[in-house]
């Protein structure tokens, strides 16, 4: 309560200082409003474009296959493997190992996590299956979307990071 009486105290009626301010705001600024522009009309437009294709569909038209896809698809009953969680640009390979008649490369992820990765193991976000191997690269058939429904095979290799 003694809190609310000293904030009443704080509290006054004279606002002659506001007072003096607007009054001296209004006499500095005398405000002019610009009339507005003289608004044109224009003829209506007769649109003549509906025998013309229509620009919003494609050029060409697409193929409709009929029947089922024959293509290259991913195998979705396939367990993923830990490296199918990152894109391909993401990955490092750091080295190879070769032991009696196997060979493996180390790809390093994003978190810092060595892999060991041999032929047919999967890497990447587009289903990239491991063709090849070399000292100096991997290289990984990946499955892409071809935008119609199915899927195209695409050539994609990481190199030997320094």
Same mark, same amino acid.
């Given at each position: 309560?003694?809190?609310?009486?000293?904030?009443?105290?704080?509290?006054?009626? +004279?606002?002659? *200082?506001?007072?003096?301010?607007?009054?001296? $705001?209004?006499? $500095?600024?005398?405000?002019?409003?610009?009339?507005?522009?003289?608004? $044109?009309?224009?003829?209506?437009?007769?649109?003549?474009?509906? *025998?013309?294709?229509?620009?919003?569909?494609?050029?060409? *038209?697409?193929?409709?296959?009929?029947? =089922?896809?024959?293509?290259?698809?991913? +195998?979705?009953?396939? =367990?993923?493997?830990? #490296?199918?969680?990152?894109?391909? +640009?993401?990955?490092?390979?750091?080295?190879?190992?070769?032991?009696?008649?196997?060979?493996?490369? #180390?790809?390093? *992820?994003?978190?810092?996590?060595?892999?060991?990765?041999?032929?047919?193991?999967?890497?990447?976000?587009?289903?990239?299956?491991? $063709?090849?191997?070399?000292?100096?690269?991997?290289?990984?058939?990946?499955?892409?979307? +071809?935008?119609?429904?199915?899927?195209?095979?695409?050539?994609?290799?990481?190199?030997?990071?320094?």
């Amino acid at each position: 309560m003694t809190s609310l009486f000293a904030l009443s105290g704080c509290v006054t009626n +004279d606002m002659s *200082d506001l007072q003096a301010y607007v009054q001296k $705001t209004k006499a $500095t600024y005398k405000g002019k409003v610009e009339s507005l522009p003289e608004f $044109t009309t224009h003829p209506p437009y007769a649109y003549d474009a509906q *025998d013309i294709r229509d620009p919003f569909k494609p050029v060409v *038209d697409i193929e409709v296959f009929s029947g =089922p896809y024959r293509g290259p698809r991913p +195998d979705e009953n396939r =367990p993923r493997e830990p #490296l199918e969680e990152f894109s391909l +640009d993401s990955l490092r390979m750091v080295g190879t190992l070769a032991q009696k008649e196997s060979e493996w490369i #180390l790809i390093k *992820d994003p978190d810092g996590l060595l892999h060991r990765v041999s032929l047919g193991h999967y890497m990447g976000k587009n289903y990239g299956k491991v $063709t090849s191997i070399s000292e100096e690269e991997v290289l990984l058939l990946e499955l892409v979307s +071809d935008k119609k429904g199915g899927w195209e095979e695409r050539e994609a290799s990481i190199a030997l990071s320094e």
